[in-house]
């Protein structure tokens, strides 16, 4: 029997508006405010657990939905997140966006009911084992079975990017224009400097494959130490895959998704030999076997917020271990709440794990009290109970005020894009 301060007494959703760079992708641009969502679930013994995940609109009525049913089950009991979402989240019960391919929008593969249970019982599992740690006084790495490390890499994640959002009422930052190789190396001396990162990767996917073959030279140039990737997104033929690889095969560490789908994929890792990683042809377990089968893959980017969360990440990299696949992590747009959740899973990722990915250098804004301080290029694994983050309140107010008065509810950068150029749409594929 469960301790009854051990049940959720409530589960609270809350959208907010987070403050954007103009960064440049294969879609168009980053909004000035782009959406997430802040859970917390309470527990009958007063204890809150924090979670964070994707606020566009339909993921926020699939959580708000969810969360309505968690009253009254035990924070220890994460793995029946998963039963509990099969039950609420039908075909018939949610938004039918969610069930369909929206390849202008995601970046993270195909949408399917699968995938939206993932990401839904990820937000709320990482909030259970917060509370669950606070409860016990144990981190979140202790209830995941124990660290493996205790600092995780990061790589300077670089954009090409506009100084300045093209609308009059967006957000700003202090970071110069990044649109040529030398804009990209400044923008990488920076990254190093005030955090000190040991990997670097290129978002590519928005210049002509030539000139983002320079870039990522002059990269390796500037910084000969460090590994670099490019990640173009999917955009690039199999041919053209195969000759940026070819060119730049004594310079990347790998190269990121070149082409769309695992078997494009596969025949430019045949092609070429150079190792290929993944978080668009892979990101469900049903997608694994033709990928490790075809070695289309060599290394893949987990990522808990759609994998299902941090006990499902540490599965996958196990199954990577077995597979002789390597692991990094991808990121989206986030604060500090998912940072500690990602290090977390990072800290006891089984194999052989490359620096994860992350945009947290690109926020200015935060929903926790101390946000995070890259030391070396990495977080220090918190040993304190649950996360290691408290909920700045204010702050979370401050952002849930911007998501009431705005009528931003998704993230586009299609329509972002289309602010600067009234004829942009989303490029068919492969773009080059
Ligand atoms: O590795 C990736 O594919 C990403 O980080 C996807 C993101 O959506 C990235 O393209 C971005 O933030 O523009
Ligand atoms: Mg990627």
């Not at 073959?213 to 690039?236: E, K, S, Y």
């Amino acid at each position: 029997m469960y301790e009854r301060s051990m049940l959720i007494s409530e589960a609270r959703v809350t959208p907010i508006l987070v403050s954007d760079a103009p960064l440049l992708n294969l879609q168009g641009v980053h909004q000035p405010y782009t959406p997430r969502c802040v859970i917390e679930v309470v527990t009958e013994g007063g204890v809150v657990g924090l979670g964070e995940t994707y606020g566009d609109r339909e993921y926020l009525t699939a959580l708000q939905t969810f969360a309505a049913h968690l009253p009254g089950h035990p924070v220890t009991a994460s793995t029946r997140l998963w039963d509990l979402a099969a039950e609420i989240l039908r075909p018939e019960t949610v938004d039918a966006d969610l069930l369909g391919e929206r390849p202008d929008r995601e970046m993270f593969g195909r949408r399917n009911l699968d995938k939206l249970h993932g990401i839904v019982v990820s937000a709320f599992e990482v909030a259970l084992l917060d509370a669950l740690g606070r409860t016990v006084d144990l981190p979140v790495h202790a209830l995941l079975g124990g660290k493996l490390r205790d600092r995780v890499d990061y790589a300077a994640y670089l954009f090409y990017r506009w100084s300045e959002h093209p609308t009059s009422h967006a957000s700003s930052d202090d970071w110069d224009a990044a649109l040529d190789p030398g804009g990209v190396v400044r923008q990488a001396e920076r990254m190093v400097r005030e955090h000190g990162f040991r990997s670097l990767k290129l978002k590519g996917g928005v210049f002509p494959p030539e000139e983002e073959i320079a870039a990522v030279t002059a990269l390796h140039q500037a910084f000969p130490d460090l590994p670099v990737r490019l990640d173009p997104n999917g955009a690039w033929s199999v041919d053209t895959g195969t000759k940026v690889a070819e060119n730049l095969r004594d310079v990347v560490e790998y190269l990121e998704d070149p082409c769309t789908g695992t078997r494009a994929m596969a025949e430019v890792h045949r092609r070429a030999r150079v190792r290929l990683a993944t978080n668009m042809c892979v990101t469900t377990p049903g997608e694994i076997p033709e990928a490790f089968a075809t070695d289309a893959v060599q290394v893949l980017l987990c990522d808990h917020h759609f994998w299902g969360g941090l006990q499902a990440t540490q599965h996958l990299s196990a199954i990577c271990k077995t597979y002789g696949v390597g692991l990094s992590m991808h990121s989206n747009t986030h604060l500090g709440i998912s940072l500690a959740a990602m290090t977390h899973a990072a800290a006891c990722a089984q194999g052989d794990l490359h620096a994860c990915d992350t945009h947290r250098p690109w926020q200015t804004e935060d929903v926790i009290t101390r946000p995070h301080r890259f030391d070396g290029g990495a977080i220090t694994v918190p040993d304190e109970p649950g996360l290691g983050v408290e909920l700045d309140r204010e702050a979370l107010a401050r952002l849930h005020e911007r998501w009431s008065g705005s009528d931003v509810r998704t993230r586009d950068d299609v329509a972002a894009m289309q602010v600067a150029d009234p004829h942009w749409s989303m490029p068919s594929m492969p773009r080059w």
